[in-house]
């Protein structure tokens, strides 16, 4: 499920229903935005993933791992990281400046540009030290 999850109205009945057709052993893998990260603390309400109506539920690591208890997983175990900050914060820039963050038209001016790089390098460094704080979850479970 690489970033589905988030654009479902009923996730912990999809993840009922996997864990009902996975056998026993068998693995789920989840990529999805990650609402605790460095990347929503610092753009607030202008973070790309907060585009509703297309992100219907955004998840932290304990939100997810907690999903994914109660539908009868057992998260394997390990940090997985996807430092996508860049990419991310290009987006959540534009919905800053009002610009469409899909075309990311027009181009941003070039200190915002800079500010974003940075900002970027920063939270991918953070996302190394903590990886709760990276802007994507990935989560591989196993169903009991």
Known sequence: MNHVIDHLHDPLG????CAQILKPGGQISITTPNFASKGHQIFGRDWF???????????SPNSLR?????VGFQREPGIRLELLAKATF?????????NDPMSEK?????NARLRTSWLA????????????LAESLIEVAIRK
């Open 121 to 132: 390098q920063k939270a991918n460094r953070a996302a190394h030290t903590d990886p709760h």
């Open 90 to 98: 290009q987006r959540s820039m534009h919905v800053r400046y009002g």
């Open 66 to 70: 907690k999903a994914l208890e109660a």
């Open 49 to 59: 993933p907060l585009d509703a109506p297309r992100h219907l539920v955004l998840f």
């Open 14 to 17: 999809i993840l009922r229903t």
């Open 106 to 110: 027009p181009v941003l001016p070039i």
